[in-house]
């Protein structure tokens, strides 16, 4: 199972990384661990953490420009390179003015780099739901916008999030139930074939109430500093 990290802005000095990475590395587990960095500097502790255990990435890229960009980040940066995938998608970007046709840039130009991409999807509302069935529709048509131009020879780059943004605890979270998550999961394995992991505020609480369900992994947002949930996540 892939648990991503999303450390978001919580740490916030080299040391705060170092630390916890070292109590991470410590963990007698299966599972994988998906670190996602930022600000995209922080990777260069790849260099210090020496281990194949982790997959080291970053929270976001900007789409290739013609013109030069005042405070993005791009991949031709120096240290890009080292990062073994990005988020792209994620929910709280769309408060700070993305939408569906920037991230269908962003998934689009970074086609011929040498990154996982883990994309982020849903039916892009703030309005709790009881009903899959409600969403669906508007789901698969934005995800269907987001990949339409994938190509083939890049599917293997691709793992999917699904992550309703009224799930969020930044916005309320209004947890999904457990039928709602099963009728999407028979959607989706219906209709594509990409890794499936799951977003929304995951914890230890959610791992009992979702047990059984067939997600490839998790994205964990707060959870992720804090080493006593990740032990209860992975026991």
Known sequence: MILVLNFKTYFQKTKDYLKFINSLKKLKTKNH??????????????RKIKTKKFKIGIQNLSFLSEKPQTGETVYEFELINQADFVLLGHSERYR?????????????SLQTKKLKLIIFFSENSYEPKEDFNQVKSLTQENLNFLLKDL??????????????WWAISSEGGKIPSKKFLEDFLNWYKKNYNFPILYGGSYNSKLKEEYQGLNFDGFVLGRASTQIEEIKKIIS
């Open 33 to 46: 661990f998906w670190l996602a960095f930022n600000p995209y500097f922080y990777l260069i502790l790849k």
């Open 96 to 108: 700070l003015g993305e939408n569906l046709e920037i991230v269908k840039r962003k998934i689009d």
């Open 151 to 164: 190509r083939r020879e890049n599917f293997n780059k691709v793992l999917l999030c699904y992550e309703p």
